[in-house]
């Protein structure tokens, strides 16, 4: 009896032991601030996205995400470790507790969400799934590969849309699969596929890595919703709310027509909304257990969502996304970026 019982009790003691070690505790934000910076996981480079350059500096729309995370909680965007993860990875590191938040354009599905213990905190990006092929191929559609064999990296839903477009349509194909972007893209480009598919954003990044871009058609299908996003582990309420509301602030300056290069000057407004997102009016920090500023700390350090698009992804650069028409314009727009009010 008393045998049976030290089992029983010494199993429990066992499973809470490794609870424990999977499941990260509560008070992310109370980490944070200890350590001083934000533990941020972000892919191993896809540019506009995030993307560290010969100097190791990171960048892109993901990698501001991150930073209006540090400059809400730590007054300081620059104060982000950046932790460079393969899909396949991603959510068991931050499962583990080793990073404070995931922002590594992931698509917020039911699965991941719901199945995980994890909390998607919204859309930074939102994107869908295509194909590029060589223009040499002469094929200008997706509904005529058949027989093809295509890159693709293991971990993400890119297989499974893959897997479901090429059923639906009676296509045959056969997947080559790579546990990095990089190797993939390489695979591709070498000739090793006909077909490289992944997010048509992913496409754009990635197109700039090959030897002779301008050599290679994205087709005009897309075969999916892919929201791109942040994503915090589901136990801890605080730090998603403050995770989220960096996101809202950055949309909600952009409304308001806060940037970076004129908040200061906003100070003298009688907007009343401004005056809330400046922290001049009101107590929206109070409930996040953040400082009055830490809108303005966002808006000013990183930007509003219109200068990080555009910075990242616009048109301008390399990856030549155009805003206009497409769903990352704010609502107000034609898009679909709409953030709840900042009070
Ligand atoms: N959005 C999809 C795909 C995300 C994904 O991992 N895409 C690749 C291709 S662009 C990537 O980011 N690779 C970068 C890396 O391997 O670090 C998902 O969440 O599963």
């Not at 806060?258 to 908040?263: L, Q, Y």
């Amino acid at each position: 009896m008393k045998n049976s019982m030290f089992k029983f009790f010494g199993s429990i003691a066992l499973f809470a032991f490794l609870l424990s070690g999977t499941v990260a505790k509560a008070g992310t934000k109370e980490d944070v601030t200890k350590k001083g910076s934000v533990s941020c996981g972000v892919s191993q480079g896809v540019p506009g996205f995030s993307n560290a350059d010969a100097s190791g500096k990171w960048s892109g729309i993901d990698v501001d995400m991150c930073r209006a995370v540090a400059a809400a909680v730590l007054g300081d965007s620059n104060k982000v470790k950046y932790q460079p993860l393969s899909a396949k990875d991603r959510f068991e590191v931050l499962k583990s507790g080793q990073i404070d938040m995931l922002s590594r354009n992931t698509t917020w599905t039911l699965s991941r969400d719901a199945g995980l213990g994890l909390e998607f905190v919204g859309t930074n990006f939102y994107d869908g799934q295509g194909f590029i092929v060589r223009k040499a191929a002469k094929v200008n559609t997706a509904k005529k590969l058949n027989n093809v064999k295509v890159c693709v990296e293991t971990g993400t839903t890119t297989e499974l849309n893959l897997r479901d477009y090429f059923k639906a349509n009676k296509l045959k194909y056969e997947a080559v699969s790579f546990t990095k972007a990089d190797e993939a893209v390489a695979a591709y480009d070498a000739g090793r596929c006909d077909v490289y598919t992944t997010d048509k954003s992913g496409l754009a990044a990635q197109r700039t890595k090959m030897k002779n871009p301008g050599e290679h058609t994205v087709l005009p299908e897309t075969i999916s919703k892919e929201p791109l996003g942040p994503v915090v582990r589901g136990n801890d309420q605080n730090w998603k709310d403050i995770a989220a509301w960096s996101l809202y602030v950055m949309i909600e300056a952009e409304e308001l027509g806060v940037s970076s290069k004129n908040i200061d000057s906003m100070k003298s407004t009688d907007n009343p909304n401004i005056k809330r997102l400046l922290g001049l009016e009101g107590d929206t920090g109070k409930s996040l257990g953040l400082s009055n500023t830490w809108a303005y700390n966002i808006i000013k350090q990183v930007g509003n969502y219109g200068e990080v698009y555009e910075r990242n992804v616009g048109a301008k650069t390399p990856l030549g996304l155009a805003r206009n028409g497409s769903p990352n314009q704010l609502w107000s727009k034609g898009g679909i970026l709409y953030a709840p009010p900042v009070r």
